[in-house]
């Protein structure tokens, strides 16, 4: 196993046409349709990266902020923002296309905690992710703070040690945009 990989190594995207047996009677894509496609993205993301096989451990800030149409081109796009020990933050981007005009609309975005397990189903160690732009680095430092806030929230650890998130919190109080 590599002990470090880059963004581009995992880096996924997929594509499918909105039958009617995705949608519900607006016609629009159901939602459980959309997560089951976020889920594979996310566990094509992660097994790439980590040469194993995955686990979803959590799934969160899931957003559905515009309707995806019967007929629309759905995509998909996943990235690790981050690894840790076992676990990679992998974020997921799907976006709606009409076929006709060509239009594409941002449609949702969630981020996806997945684990690598070994031959007896143990968490096992994942290569390091190497930011390659600030872009990449900036994504790898809030990915800390959304795995600090998801562990506190999870029971799994004290507030007291949740150090960039706390800190993150009391640089950016009275900002509403961060
Ligand atoms: C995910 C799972 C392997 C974690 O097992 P565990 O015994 O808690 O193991 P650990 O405490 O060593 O945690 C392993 C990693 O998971 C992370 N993790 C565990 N629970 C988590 C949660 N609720 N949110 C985010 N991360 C979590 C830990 O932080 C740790 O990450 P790290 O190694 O990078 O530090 C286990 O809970 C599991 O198998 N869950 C079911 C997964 C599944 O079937 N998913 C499909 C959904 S139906």
Redesign the pocket.
């Known amino acids: 196993m590599m002990s470090s990989k880059n963004v581009a190594a995992s880096h996924t995207e997929m594509s499918q046409i909105v039958l009617p047996n995705h949608t519900n009677t607006l016609g629009n894509m159901m939602g459980g349709q959309l997560l089951y496609l976020m889920d594979m993205c996310a566990g094509v993301v992660a097994q790439r990266h980590s040469n194993r096989t995955v ?4 799934v969160d800030h899931v957003e559905f902020s515009s309707p995806i149409k019967l007929g629309d081109i759905v995509t998909l796009a996943g990235h690790v923002n981050r690894s ?4 990679m933050e992998v974020e997921i981007n799907v976006w709606a296309e009409n076929p006709r005009t060509g239009r594409k609309t941002a449609s949702n975005r969630a981020f996806y ?1 997945m ?1 690598a ?1 070994d031959e007896e ?1 143990r ?1 096992t160690i994942v290569p390091t992710l190497v930011p390659n732009s600030p872009e990449e680095q900036s994504r790898w430092e809030a990915a800390e703070r959304r ?1 600090q806030l ?2 506190v929230l ?1 029971g ?1 650890l004290k507030v007291s040690d949740a150090h960039e998130l706390t800190h993150f919190l009391l640089e950016n109080v009275n900002k509403a945009d961060v």
């Not at 686990?55 to 959590?58: C, G, H, R």
């Not at 840790?84 to 676990?87: G, K, P, V």
Request: a positive charge; glycine letters at 0%.
């Open positions: 686990v979803t451990a959590s840790f020990r076992s676990s905690t684990v397990i189903l968490p795995r998801r562990l999870a799994r």
